[in-house]
């Protein structure tokens, strides 16, 4: 998967965010956007697009808009950003607007609630998948296996904050990470993403 | 000027942009605080009726503020609280990812993207624990959830749209049984 040659247009970026944003019940719609931006369309690679998650995850503010503005900025730099997350949060602000509208009747009608719990059920199960995909993706050696473990121990099973979670274990994974002389074959094997000129410079 | 109704909701809304650290959860103690209790927009009840409503419908759960914004001074109210809580950490965002954008290849860029690669694929399967918990229906979830994990693991190209109906279907399906 290569960059793709010509920029995309705004408006192919702005319906991709409009369609993800209407579908996106219960928050776990990053997997949709993987699956269009990477698999579908080949907009970004797989590397990118999981770089991207790891700031939009880390970043205050929400995971779903940040990562609109992070597909935004790569794809075509600030007005990029702008088309995607207004794409993303169009639909869904005038839905919940009309849901509050309605809701006591919404509410009342049979079969609601476990639809929409279902749905957030199995949006969650795409999450889950696109996890394994960035752990399984992720460069294979113990120190990687170790952070994404203490992590997902730290947040999912104690719910500690995320903030000191972070300043604690973010220091010592990037310096895991560190290219050692014995890495720097893999570094070399690395795919072509360190090739593409940097984004977003004639944006700037 | 400070008593208009719209510069009030950027006022108590656009710093939570920058304090929802680790997602949307962590703002909602204190909006809850300042829109019931200091500013009293709203009563707590109504709160959490528009959190669950902002929560079943498409978009960020944080749209809750869209609604606030929306019973405090109609739709211009809705359209502020929606930028006032989103346009802080997107900024913030776009400038991080503009930077780092730049750097890609260098050494130090690689070093950190893989470092903090592991911790990304872990909070993105703590989110989905998290949010499995929130949404409190219980085993049904986490099956409803294996499932579409199995059916994604198999097919990885089957549309979401199918999964989330698939999701929908068990639901209704256990509903119906009951």
């Known amino acids: 998967m290569t960059t793709p040659a010509h920029p995309v247009s705004l408006f192919a970026l702005y319906r991709l965010c409009f369609v993800v944003g209407v579908f996106s019940f219960g928050g776990g719609i990053t ?55 207004l794409g993303l949060l169009s639909a869904p602000f ?8 309605v809701y006591h009747h919404l509410a009342g009608l049979p079969g609601f609630a476990a639809v929409m719990g279902g749905i957030a059920a199995a949006a969650v199960g795409m999450l889950f ?33 995320l903030l000191p979670v972070l300043l604690v274990l973010a220091p ?18 690395k795919p072509a993403d360190e090739k593409s000129p940097p984004e977003g410079s004639g944006n700037a | 000027m400070r008593d208009d109704p719209l510069i009030q909701l950027i006022l108590v809304i656009a710093p939570l942009s920058l304090l929802a650290i680790g997602g949307a959860s962590a703002i ?8 019931v209790d200091v500013h009293q927009w709203l009563t707590g009840r109504e709160f959490i009726e528009l959190f669950a409503i902002a929560r079943v419908t498409p978009g960020p759960g944080s749209m809750i503020t869209t609604l606030i914004g929306w019973k405090v001074a109609g739709w211009l109210g809705a359209l502020v609280a929606t930028l006032a809580l989103y346009i802080p950490c997107s900024v913030l965002c776009f400038a991080v990812a503009r930077t780092w954008n730049r750097y890609r290849g260098s050494k130090w860029h690689t070093a950190i993207e893989n470092g903090l690669r592991p911790i990304g694929a872990g909070l993105m399967i703590a989110g989905g624990v998290g949010m499995l918990r929130i949404e409190n229906s219980g085993w049904l979830a ?31 399906a256990a509903r119906a049984v009951s």
Request: charged share 10%; glycine share 6%.
């Open chain 1, 172 to 189: 010592l994974s990037i310096a895991a990470s560190w290219p050692r002389k014995t890495d720097e074959k893999t570094a070399e094997a």
């Open chain 2, 142 to 172: 986490w099956i409803v959830a294996f499932i579409v994990l199995a059916i994604m693991t198999w097919r990885s190209m089957t549309h979401p749209m199918l999964l989330l109906a698939v999701g929908a279907g068990i639901f209704l």
């Open chain 1, 31 to 85: 997997a949709w956007f993987h699956r269009e931006v990477v698999k579908v369309r080949g907009w970004m690679t797989d590397d990118e697009f999981f770089s991207g998650y790891s700031l939009a995850a880390i970043l205050p503010g929400v995971n779903s808009t940040n990562m609109a503005v992070y597909v935004g900025q790569h794809l075509r730099g600030a007005i990029g950003s702008i088309t995607a997350l």
């Open chain 1, 94 to 101: 005038v839905i919940v607007i009309a849901a509050a509208a």
């Open chain 1, 129 to 161: 998948r696109l996890g394994m995909m960035s752990a399984r993706n992720a460069h294979r050696h113990i120190p990687s296996a170790v952070a994404l473990a203490a992590t997902f121990f730290a947040i999912g099973i104690m719910q500690w904050p």
């Open chain 2, 28 to 35: 909602y103690a204190p909006l809850q605080q300042q829109t």
